[in-house]
């Protein structure tokens, strides 16, 4: 069956970098537009960034373009967050999502904590 597992999430910072990491399973993954998504105490689940399938490839929410990059690596099966000059408000658990066509699969999720 589909399976994303998302790692790398912890404590960072202000103004730090993190890295984190989802890898897919049970899908052609080269086939799956991938997609970050993260949600914070009390809030709804917001859009991050998404690595497609088309050009062009990567797409990001306004809060974050110019801090975080999505990557994609086919023959890994993994997708990347890249995220710098992180900042408190950027505390949230982060999902990693697989969409083809009406098909969409979520992560569980990991934790970035941004606090000094």
């Known amino acids: 069956q589909v399976q994303l597992v998302e790692s790398g999430g912890g404590l960072v910072q202000p103004g730090g970098s993190l890295r984190i990491s989802c890898q897919g399973s049970?899908?052609?993954?080269?086939?799956?537009?991938m997609s970050w998504y993260r949600q914070a105490p009390g809030k709804e689940r917001e859009f991050v960034a998404v690595?497609?399938?088309?050009?062009?490839?990567?797409n990001y929410a306004e809060f974050a373009k110019g801090r975080f990059t999505v990557s994609r690596d086919n023959a890994k099966r993994t997708v990347h967050l890249q995220m710098n000059s992180l900042k408190p408000e950027d505390t949230a658990v982060y999902f990693c999502?697989?969409?083809?066509?009406?098909?969409?699969?979520w992560g569980q999720g990991t934790q970035v904590t941004v606090s000094s």
């Open positions: 999502s697989a969409g083809f066509g009406k098909y969409k699969y």
């Open positions: 690595s497609s399938t088309a050009i062009p490839r990567t």
């Open positions: 049970g899908f052609i993954f080269s086939s799956y537009v």
